[in-house]
C-alpha cells in the first residue's frame, strides 16, 4: 500500500473524453492548419505568448500611473497607446478604456454577455468573472457584491458598473494607497492586484505584502 503522510502532489486526472468546445476547437484547428492558414507552431506560441501574460503587466501600468500624472493623463485619454508606451504589446485589443478610482467613485468591471476582459495586460480571467453568478448580479447590486468580496463602500461613494463588449476592455486604475510617498515604482507595482484593477478590490496597503 503506497500511502502519503500528506499529498505533495496535486491529484492527476486522467481525463480522456473531450467535451463538445474541446472537440470543435480541435477540428477547426486541424482544418485550419490542412488548410495552410496557420501552422500548429503558431498555434502554440500563441497559447504560450497568452499565458505568460499576467496582472503584472497591468500593475505596471498602474504604478506608472500613480507616479507619473502626465501619463496618467495619456492613460486616460488612449489607454492603448499609453500602455504600448510602456512596450506592452496589447495584441487584439480593439480598444482599452483606463478608469479611475478615487475618494469619491469606485468602478468595477463585469463582461454581462460572457468573459470580455483585457487578457493581453491581465492575462486569463478568474473563473469568477465568467460565471453567470457575478455576470448577473454585479449590474444589479454592486455594492453587496463587492461586499461578499471583502469591500464596503460607504453610501457617499458613487459605484459605477462597466460592462465589456468584444471592442471594449476596461482596466480600473485603483486609487494608490495612503502611505506609500516614498515607495519606488516597483514596489508599488507590487501594491497592484487584478482584483483592484477588475474593481473588486482596494490596491494592497504597504503592510500586506
Ligand atoms: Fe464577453
Keep these: 500500500m503506497h500511502e502519503h503522510e500528506h499529498d505533495e502532489h496535486a491529484p492527476i486526472t486522467d481525463r480522456d473524453e473531450l467535451t463538445y468546445y474541446e472537440k470543435r476547437v480541435y477540428a ?18 500563441a497559447v504560450e505568448d497568452m499565458d505568460a501574460r499576467t496582472p503584472a503587466l497591468g500593475a505596471k501600468v498602474v504604478a ?3 507616479v507619473d500624472p502626465a501619463f496618467k493623463a495619456r492613460l486616460l485619454t488612449d489607454a492603448k497607446a499609453a500602455v ?19 475618494e469619491k467613485l469606485h468602478n468595477v468591471v463585469v463582461c454581462t454577455l460572457c468573459s470580455c476582459y483585457p487578457r493581453p495586460i491581465l492575462g486569463v480571467p478568474p473563473d469568477w468573472y465568467k460565471s453567470l453568478n ?3 448580479r454585479v449590474v444589479v447590486d454592486p ?11 460607504e453610501q457617499e461613494i458613487e459605484v459605477r458598473v462597466y460592462d465589456s463588449t468584444a471592442d471594449i476592455r476596461y482596466l480600473v486604475i485603483p486609487a494608490r494607497p495612503a ?4 515607495l519606488s515604482e516597483e514596489d508599488l507595482a507590487r501594491l497592484v492586484t487584478r ?6 478590490a482596494k490596491a494592497r496597503m504597504p503592510d500586506q505584502y
Design 28 to 45: 477547426i484547428q486541424s482544418l485550419l492548419i490542412e488548410k495552410g492558414l496557420m501552422t500548429a507552431d503558431e498555434v502554440r506560441r
Design 64 to 66: 506608472r500611473a500613480w
Design 84 to 102: 504600448t508606451e510602456l512596450g506592452i504589446d496589447t495584441g487584439t485589443l480593439s480598444t482599452l478604456v483606463a478608469i479611475e478610482n478615487t
Design 134 to 136: 457575478y455576470r448577473s
Design 143 to 153: 455594492r453587496g457584491v463587492l461586499k461578499e468580496f471583502g469591500l464596503e463602500l
Design 179 to 182: 502611505g506609500t510617498e516614498g
Design 195 to 200: 482584483d483592484s484593477m477588475i474593481g473588486v
